[in-house]
């Protein structure tokens, strides 16, 4: 079972059209929810950390929320070059492997002109 | 942000070869770090995890003997990948994590083909 299941899949905006993504998890004790965004053939990049539940984190057009169950990432007016897979991922409080990240399946963002 | 580079950003090697894939932090102490596979359109597998130091650990089918870790400092790993096939062709990004940065930090990736 997916301890990191994102949402949706696939998300094409029009520039300018704000949206959420989703990402709900299911890890018993959670020690960090983190955000990156990854373009085509390149390694993923960061953007935020969120720790407890009502944390709230902002970069731009993005903002980061966390709940108990789940995070959203809210894109404000986005522009075409906000196209990319976003990420999410976390990291279980008291894991064997210290640091370990358990990812989602990611969301494919597309903003056209 | 903490920066992590890898090298070779892209390598194509005949299958029975071995291929080293070197995984650096730039800027901080990275006392764990990560390997990961990435197919496409599909998200990040985490192969094994390397402390400085230590012997790697490696996720649950990933064959030790064909993926050889190695973290002999605070800011370099490599990845060996020895007798390379055709189905051993994919992304691999490394990631790391130390002092003073506590998130994650990854690398841009090396695209391994082998023919």
């Known amino acids: 079972e997916d301890q990191v299941t994102q949402s949706p899949e696939a998300l094409r905006l029009q520039e300018g059209e704000s949206s959420s993504l989703n990402c709900s998890y299911t890890v018993s004790g959670l020690r960090g929810l983190f955000w990156y965004r990854q373009d085509p053939g390149k390694g993923p990049e960061f953007l935020f950390t969120l720790y407890s539940a009502g944390e709230e984190k902002e970069k731009e057009r993005l903002k980061a929320t966390l709940t108990k169950k789940e995070s959203f990432l809210h894109i404000t007016a986005p522009k075409p070059e906000d196209s990319a897979t976003y990420l999410c991922?976390?990291?279980?409080?008291?894991?064997?492997?210290?640091?370990?990240?358990?990812f989602g399946r990611g969301t494919q963002l597309t903003v056209w002109p | 942000g903490a920066v992590v580079s890898q090298h070779p950003s892209w390598v194509i090697c005949k299958s029975g070869t071995s291929v080293k894939i070197e995984c650096r932090s730039l800027?901080?102490?990275?006392?764990?770090m990560f390997w990961y596979r990435q197919f496409p359109k599909q998200s990040l597998m985490l192969m094994a995890t390397?402390?400085?130091?230590?012997?790697?650990?490696?996720e649950q089918g990933v064959e030790k003997d064909k993926f050889l870790i190695n973290h002999a400092s605070l800011t370099l790993s490599t990845l060996t990948v020895t007798s390379a096939h055709p189905e051993d062709s994919s992304f691999y990004i490394c990631s790391a994590t130390g002092l003073p940065v506590y998130e994650q930090y990854f690398g841009p990736g090396t695209r391994l083909t082998v023919t």
């Open positions: 800027d901080f102490q990275a006392t764990t």
């Open positions: 390397s402390n400085e130091g230590s012997k790697a650990t490696y």
């Open positions: 991922a976390v990291q279980e409080a008291g894991g064997s492997t210290l640091g370990r990240l358990y």
